[in-house]
């Protein structure tokens, strides 16, 4: 019969940590239980085992095990044999001779002197082996080295001990890696539940009524106060219904359905005006397309309209003056038009560029007037527009009304949702940023990027006959200065008949050729 003493010194055990390293040390009890059930001596040791030699059973102890240690009746160690390379390697050699007792940690010590005395006992022998967990200290001052021996005695003699041992020090990784996963587990749901007390606390204190709703069945998986309140009903009864049922009038419902749809095909739409059920309150719905765990959510966002235009009234007026006096006394220009791209206002900035005198002489024309290429730029705006909403860092053209003429970019954003849909543009005068330092003679007029900035202001056929002209003078300069400004040569590597380059010679002012002059 075998038993087993899993009881760890400075090894982590599985009662250390909760959860699956529980289950886990409580299966390795029951699997070590049904084994020592299981365990079945030889039937007939003196018989077919009479004959073996010392050699023979000293080599099967050293292979049957990791360390094997002889002891006396005293305890102290008197012969080693391992069975593992890497432990014998690390077990130092001053530890023969001296009592096994002393070669091991503290909290380890009462173990071996349990060792020894079952060992000692009458019913010490073959037959009844007892597994106890040991740690010895590592040479180098490093983690210590856990080892699970036996002790039995053997031959007729009483003063000898077999100390038979095995290495823990791979379960011992193993259980530690264990635990680390599982620490690292804990910390995660801890830190996973503090968001979602965050997370619920926002939803549930914030003023902005706010819906979560499953995209497939459009029911609300989540509602605030806020939301509820404004809606009409409670909370409880507003989760698991279908949105927008119940809380809107009939025709609201068919909007808000077609601006979900959009959402769901495209991920955009534009937002939907909505009424409550009773026709008390007018709203403006917004969504936004999220996924979770494999499945599609709405944020649906419900503004009460009169609540808006209330605050736009009532709310910090000395502030938002002070951002229209910001605005109007701005560097850059700023316009505002109407859907069409007529402009509604403009600031001093916008009238300079423009050489306007005041802003009525600007109200109520087509920013197409002054903006770039007439009927192109602006409609490229607008669409761009009315597709994402803003438009960034459009480079164009702005012309004066007395010929002047800027390098410009161009901000934009829409404004759908106010009393008046508009439209906003921010015109910074780019003119300085180009560069006018003149080139060396074999330097490029323009880089790929200046060149592709000048596309919709000069013809491409311009472009393009402007950079291959350059590229055939740097060409024909370069053959020249090869074949040391011998013609001939620079016609034969250029693959041009002598005629060809002359005329070419004489269209870039190149060498000193006369009207019909050659080499």
Known sequence: MIETDVTPGRWPSAGHVPGLLARVGADDGASRRRASALVKQFAAPKVLLADLDPEAAAGLVAAASDVALVLDDKGVIRDIAFGSEELAVEWPEDRLGRPWVETVTVESRTKVEALLAEAASPSGAATAVRWRHVNHPSPGGGPDIPVLYAALRVGSQADRVVAIGRD?????????????AQQSMERDYSRLRHVETRYRLLFQATSEAVLIVEASTRKVVEANPAAAQLLGESVEQLVGQAFPEGGLDDASAEAVQALLAGIRATGWADNARARTADGGRELLVSASLFRQEGSALFLVRLLPLEADAAATVAVMPKTRSNLLRVVESAPDGFVVTGPDGRVLTANAAFLDLTQLATEEQARGESLDRWLGRPGVDLGVLIANLRQHGSVRLFATTLRG??????????????????EQPCFGFAIRNVGRRLTAEPRGGRELPRSVEQLTELVGRVPLKDLVRESTDLIERLCIEAALELTGDNRASAAEILGLSRQSLYVKLRRYGLGDLGPGGED
């Open 168 to 180: 823990l020090r791979s379960t011992a990784a193993l259980q530690q890696r264990l635990v680390d």
């Open 401 to 418: 009304e007395y010929g002047g003429s800027a390098e410009i970019e161009v901000s934009a954003v829409s404004v759908p949702d106010g």
